[in-house]
């Protein structure tokens, strides 16, 4: 089946630093991947809509001077956390759909596991 | 988007079949019904969708009410790696189609 790969799956970072987080398609070409964050306890918050070739859509209330989305080519989109602070700590997942395959299943990276320090 | 409710929280048995019930009372018809399923410190994983038929696949069942404001995910034998969130979702057609999670219910499964 499809897989979505993430990585890295867990980085430690100094506050003040930028954090790179790649997100790729396996075995199948993404026009859109979707970025998602998720604090401990709690349910996946959606942060953005990645679009290839074009801008990513940010979901009201996410910073996108701070998360910067990239998705320079049909199998990798990255996110760049720029000047992390410690609230930035969690648990970023990316997901894709593979458009060969059935169009509503949503493949899912296994996510990466932000601390700041 | 449309909304959906879910219990936060089951138990069930090893080897016992499992019902995880889904309230979306205010479902359109184009919107189909999503299964996904989180394991601790994973990303999440497809179980099964669809949109008006009861479905089967290797994972489980879903069943849809006839007026399509419910459903219940049925896993037939629960095993130990069955616990995890289980997230109902409902999502427009189309690949470009966003996926916006609730709360889910923890299900957590006893041996």
């Not at chain 1, 989109?77 to 990316?94: G, K, M, N, Q, R």
């Not at chain 2, 038929?53 to 489980?60: I, L, P, Y």
């Not at chain 2, 057609?93 to 219910?105: E, P």
Request: charged share 20%.
């Amino acid at each position: 089946g499809a897989v979505v790969s993430q990585h890295p799956s867990r980085v430690i970072c100094k506050s003040g630093t930028s954090v790179k987080i790649e997100c790729r398609s396996l075995d199948f070409q993404a026009t859109t991947m979707f970025w998602y964050r998720q604090f401990p306890k709690q349910s996946l918050m959606l942060m953005a809509t990645s679009n290839e070739g074009s801008k990513a859509t940010y979901e009201q209330g996410v910073e996108k001077d701070k998360f910067l989305i990239n998705h320079a080519s049909l199998t990798l989109s990255t996110l760049t956390v720029t000047s992390a602070h410690p609230e930035d700590s969690s648990f970023y997942i990316c997901s894709a759909r593979d458009p060969g395959a059935s169009n509503e299943k949503l493949f899912f990276g296994s996510g990466t596991q932000l601390s700041v320090l | 988007d449309a909304k959906t409710t879910q219990p936060n929280s089951m138990e069930s048995n090893e080897e016992e079949p499992v019902h995880l019930p889904c309230n979306h009372s205010t479902i359109s018809g184009t919107d189909y019904i999503h299964w996904y399923r989180q394991l601790p410190s994973q990303g999440p994983e497809y179980v099964i969708h669809g949109l008006t038929s009861n479905v089967n696949n290797r994972m489980a069942s879903l069943a849809i009410a006839e007026d399509r404001k419910s459903s219940t995910l049925i896993l037939h034998r629960a095993t130990l790696r069955d616990a995890a969130v289980y997230y109902c979702i409902l999502s427009k057609a189309g690949g470009y189609n966003k996926l916006i999670f609730g709360a889910g219910t923890r299900l957590a499964v006893h041996p």
